[in-house]
């Protein structure tokens, strides 16, 4: 993805936001369109678009659980792991998914590229702990571990929906 | 490390406000914690500096209440006004900042007594102060595999980190290399780099001053040393002419570490360092440090005590018709004054010169109004004539960079391609044709408020008319000041005591030489000083490093390094500056100083100087430049010399022919190339090397390609180099990095340095 095209997306957008700092996160997601992912360069880019140096675009990126700096599979199912969902055994339902996927327990995407497993922080759905959401699209929740199996094999099965926000 | 900005209590602009019951003053609109700091009330800080620019207010360790204001305040971004009622004290602001402590403390290891930092650690200091007692944490910390290399001189220890942004802040805003960033936010915040690669650059040390925790700290001085077995002595870094003021660290005799001051220099440094300065100390324990004195005569080398060195050195050089007497660039005027007597008296018949260029086309641009570094801060315009001061004087990039960001204009005239080039207009210039370049920013100089015009030295030497055309542009405009950044350590002190560069020398039967902290065939003309040193009598070596002058010698006598010794320095915008021991030195050493009054005994004429302090008050006494000044007047900071009265340029204003065939030759050298670099342990990882560069349509027409080795020939010499091709280098010049030790560059120069033209061969 180029500065300049980035700079197309943002134009439009440009007099929503009070600072011109904000642009960033509507120029990562737009970036991160491309492939699924941002690359270093990527990460340049946006922040030439964006009038920031790459190390504070790349500082802002690492934080949002829904910004990748590095390639992620297909579908990426996030495990809320914040206290509501602590306490319902979200640590179980992650753990689980993460042996089922083959995958270190802190996360990871699955040999075959299909699926990524990830923590995330509270999912505002505390209300039916523990909760996951896939992609940035469907939370559900409370999900037992063999729900949790279910999802996945629907997630193998179903086609990748585009464009993708994950 | 400055905590708090300082506040000038003295002004007309001052606010009343009340102060834990007291009513005190400081300036409308500074910011609270200085006003408190400056009438001795300690508000504890972590993230705030004076130097990083805006607050952030990322730690809330400065809550402080202020009447009006609802809940608690940061008082690092509160400026101050006038009727302010501000309570550092109440029960509530105590409650906070322990409060605040107790959470910073959460994460952070309580492994103090291995802690580098321990003993020195504003935490620790903090938490003592206005801390919690204990710790009602009971869940575990964060834990990391420890350290990381965040570069070759700098280990991270992630958990101890407590996100205060500083490091972050000075790579961003003030280095702007931009390359130190936080990844991850809240509990999982890290410091790391955007690239991923180690964190390198010319100014990366400063941020280990700047971690108010034991995260960012010196690999070469890691472990080395505690606080309470170390001694702090107050210097000035002797590596480029900018002078900034450190702070040496002494232990078991050594120096082991080089630091900013607590109290900088407002003037110089700001507390800055570039990376050389910060480690180039090891230099002093590299193999090649001369620790013993040698005898030559005939073919037999053998080692000698001090005595019987100085005593050979004496009976040597009196038995001369006539003898030279060869300064360095960084000697200390306390050297250089001694040294022009004996060759007054006690030598026989004796001529003294020092390394640097003649400039007879610069007395009225000297003449002009002198700048400090500090005074860049205040110009609108800053015009950058020549130089590069990225490499050959890094520390004036720092203040380059913040004149910008406050808003001034920058313009950079000169031949080479360079990384300030960013900054503002870059006019670059064939070479020969600077004066014509400076044509525009002539014309910007007469048309703003405070025109600032940093001028290097052999740049415009190289080119006088250019140099008349400044001088006259800045002297039409009154508001106008120049900043001399001289090639020479102490250039401006030995002309300030009317030594002459030893150009003029060379081609003169020599007699016997004195050389001291000089290695003249290294430099400019190398070639022909080689053969004026084979021709000439014997040679007495005064230094503190071998060479190849060290090499050739009959007496090598070894002295102080600059880390050893006291002395002065007049360094950029014309500072008299002291340099103090912070060590001792090998014990067969001895400060120059010393070793010159003790040969003007063997010579039988015997001075009486018994300290640098005597000799530098003789020294004011005899130069005018000098006159009022003694070491107490200079103190820490230093002082300003006076400005030498403008002389007549008379023919020297006309442009001077370049000798030789081919194409131009424009050098440059590079402090991080230079013998700290390459001699200290810490350093010589990232130390830089010889190169040279073309534009490759230059290099193909003709037809030497990259990084293969080329040989450059001018009048002087002939130089084997490795080329590397840059799209960025201007047409029609080669550039070559000259200084690096066991180089060769500059021996294609002439010993006046004259301009010359380099044909270009592959080896
Ligand atoms: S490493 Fe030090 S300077 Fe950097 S954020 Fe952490 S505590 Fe602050
Ligand atoms: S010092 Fe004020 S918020 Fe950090």
């Known amino acids: 993805m180029t500065a300049e095209e980035i700079r197309a997306h943002l134009d439009p957008i440009r007099d929503q936001f009070a600072e011109e700092r904000s642009l960033v996160l509507p120029a990562l997601k737009f970036a991160q369109g491309e492939k699924g992912h941002l690359t270093g360069d990527d990460v340049t880019e946006v922040a030439a678009a964006t009038n920031l140096t790459p190390a504070y675009v790349e500082s802002i990126a690492s934080f949002y659980d829904r910004i990748y700096l590095d390639p992620v599979g297909k579908r990426v199912v996030s495990v809320c792991v914040s206290l509501s969902c602590m306490l319902n055994g979200s640590d179980e339902l992650l753990e689980h998914l993460c042996s089922r996927e083959g995958v270190s327990h802190e996360g990871g995407t699955s040999a075959d590229g299909e699926i990524t497993v990830q923590e995330a922080q509270c999912l505002g759905a505390c209300d039916r702990a523990p909760c996951l959401q896939v992609d940035a699209e469907e939370t559900m929740g409370p999900v037992t571990l063999s729900e949790a199996d279910a999802v996945a094999d629907r997630l193998r099965a179903e086609p990748q929906p585009r464009p993708v926000l994950r | ?763």
């Open chain 2, 1 to 763: 490390m400055p905590d708090y900005a300082p506040v000038d209590l003295t002004g007309t602009d001052l606010v009343e406000f009340e102060l834990n019951g007291r009513t005190v003053k400081a300036p409308a609109g500074t910011m609270l914690v200085d006003a408190c700091a400056a009438n001795g009330v300690e508000v504890p800080i972590f993230c705030y500096e004076p130097r990083l620019g805006d607050p952030l207010g990322a730690c809330r360790q400065c809550l402080v209440s202020v009447e009006g204001i609802p809940g608690l305040t940061t008082a690092c971004s509160t400026p101050v006004a006038a009727e302010m009622m501000v309570d550092t004290v109440s029960e509530e602001v105590r409650e906070a900042q322990d409060g605040i402590l107790e959470l910073l403390l959460e994460n952070h290891p309580l492994d103090c007594p291995v802690c580098d930092k321990g003993g020195e650690c504003p935490l620790q200091d903090r938490t003592f102060r206005f801390g919690p007692g204990e710790s009602r944490m009971v869940e575990p910390k964060r834990h990391f595999p420890k350290p990381l290399k965040l570069s070759p001189q700098i280990a991270l220890d992630r958990e101890r980190c407590i996100s205060c942004y500083r490091c972050v802040r000075f790579s961003q805003d003030v280095s702007e290399d931009g390359n130190l960033t936080m990844s991850e936010r809240g509990g999982r915040s890290e410091i790391t780099t955007f690239t991923g690669d180690s964190y390198n650059g010319r100014f990366t040390g400063n941020v280990i001053d700047l971690c108010p925790v034991g995260a960012l700290t010196s690999i070469p001085y890691r472990f080395t040393s505690r606080p309470w077995d170390i001694q702090n002595t107050p210097s000035v870094c002797a590596s480029c002419s900018v002078g900034c003021n450190t702070e040496l660290t002494l232990r078991e005799g050594e120096i082991k570490r080089v630091q900013g001051r607590d109290e900088p220099n407002w003037q110089v440094e700001e507390g800055w360092l570039c990376n050389v300065g910060r480690w180039g100390y090891g230099a002093d324990q590299a193999p090649q440090r001369l620790r013993q004195p040698i005898l030559r005569d005939g073919g037999e080398t053998r080692e000698c005590s001090l005595e019987e060195a100085v005593a050979a050195a004496g009976l040597v050089l009196a038995h001369e018709a006539h003898t030279t007497v060869l300064l360095g660039g960084d000697v200390t005027v306390e050297e250089a004054f001694i040294a022009k007597e004996l060759a007054a008296g006690p030598l026989p018949d004796a001529q003294v010169g020092s390394a640097g260029v003649v400039g007879a086309a610069l007395g009225p641009l000297r003449a002009l109004p002198a700048a400090q570094l500090g005074d860049i801060d205040g110009a609108d315009l800053v015009v950058v004539v020549g130089g590069d001061p990225a490499n050959q004087h890094p520390v004036a990039e720092l203040r380059l960079r913040k004149a910008r960001r406050a808003g001034a204009r920058i313009v950079l005239v000169g031949p080479r391609a360079q990384e300030l080039e960013s900054l503002g207009e870059s006019i670059r210039t064939a070479p020969g044709n600077l004066a014509e370049g400076l044509t525009s920013a002539v014309a910007q100089i007469a048309t703003v408020k405070r025109p600032l015009v940093v001028w290097d030295e052999l740049d415009l030497d190289a080119e006088p008319d250019a140099a008349v055309v400044l001088a006259t542009a800045l002297g039409d405009n009154a508001a106008a000041s120049q900043l001399e950044l001289t090639s020479e350590v102490n250039g401006a002190g030995l002309r300030a005591l009317g030594v002459a560069p030893h150009s003029r020398l060379v081609d003169q039967d020599l007699g016997g030489v004195l050389a001291v902290r000089a290695n003249p065939g290294a430099g400019p003309g190398g070639d022909a000083w080689n053969r004026a040193l084979d021709s000439g009598g014997p040679i007495v070596v005064i230094a503190s490093h071998h060479s190849e002058l060290t090499e050739r010698a009959t007496v090598v006598i070894p002295c102080s390094s600059h880390f050893e010794h006291e002395g002065v320095l007049v360094t950029a915008g014309q500072r008299a500056q002291r340099l103090r021991p912070g060590a001792a030195g090998p014990e067969q050493s001895a400060p120059g100083w010393e070793i010159l009054i003790a040969l003007s005994h063997r010579l039988g004429v015997a001075l009486e100087y018994r300290s640098p302090r005597s000799a530098f008050a003789a020294a004011t006494a005899s130069a005018p430049a000098l006159s009022g000044l003694d070491y107490d007047t200079l103190g820490d900071l230093g002082a300003e010399i006076a400005t030498s009265p403008a002389s007549d340029v008379n023919g020297a204003g006309a442009p001077r022919a370049h000798d030789g065939e081919g194409l131009p030759l424009v050098t440059g050298r590079s402090v991080f190339g230079g013998p700290e670099a390459h001699l200290s342990e810490g350093l010589v990882v990232t130390a830089t090397g010889e190169e040279a560069v073309l534009h490759p349509a230059e290099a193909a027409r003709l037809n030497v390609a990259d990084a293969n080795l080329i040989t450059l020939n001018s009048p002087n010499g002939e130089c084997t180099v490795r080329l590397r091709l840059d799209p960025g280098a201007p047409e029609g010049a080669v550039f070559a990095v000259r200084g690096v030790p066991g180089g060769t560059v500059e021996s294609l120069l002439a010993p006046d340095r004259a301009p010359v033209n380099v044909t270009v061969n592959t080896a």
